[in-house]
């Protein structure tokens, strides 16, 4: 699982991506809400941890503003309020659950399992994209609403590229979630596969930024 944390608290932040590092999780550890922005806008995070006192801007502003923009991802808020009023915001601000501080580990791994199942569950849906429409339940894909026949690695990587909703998703991330790391990936495995796929879906669905990764266009 890679969690994004976003918390400027130095000492409570290294002790929590210590701790998610130890528990299994990839994190990647920001300060601020403009860090957390750019680290949205390349990569794909399944869980984000989010401090609602931020020093460029108020967590839940943030959260808000990235609700708007059509992100997603469970968040779990982390915060000193205990006010019910408070809590009551975060939720219906956009947060998926909230705990307050101080907190114990064994709490937050607990509900960080939770919010993962619930992603799991999610993912299940149909994905959407403009006029391309996924389902991982019928292992269906339409463009137009004409059916579209990928192999199982093309369509666990297109699938991989429409749940991280716009944002590009690295190479190496989908060769993570597309291939059996008991197997002998090759390495332009994802290229070619990418290349496989701009020829089913056209080649203005899919687009690279160089460096950074791949993701799905409307169309």
Sequence with gaps: MKILLVE???QLGASLE???HHDGSVCEWVKTAEDAELALNISFFDLIILDWMLPDQQGIDFLKEARKKGVTIPVLMLTARTATSEKIEGLD???DDYLTKPFDLDELFARLR????RREVKASSELVIGNLK???DRHEVTLGGDKIQLSKTE????QKMMESQGRYISKTQLEEYAYNWDNC????????????????LGSGVITTLRGVGYKVEKV
């Design 114 to 117: 939770s919010l993962g199942r």
């Design 155 to 158: 369509f666990l990587i297109l």
């Design 185 to 200: 990936v090759t390495p332009n495995a994802i290229e070619a596969q990418i290349s496989r796929l701009r020829k089913r």
């Design 93 to 95: 601000g956009g947060a």
């Design 18 to 20: 210590r701790a998610l």
């Design 8 to 10: 400027d608290d130095p």
């Design 134 to 136: 996924l389902c991982p």
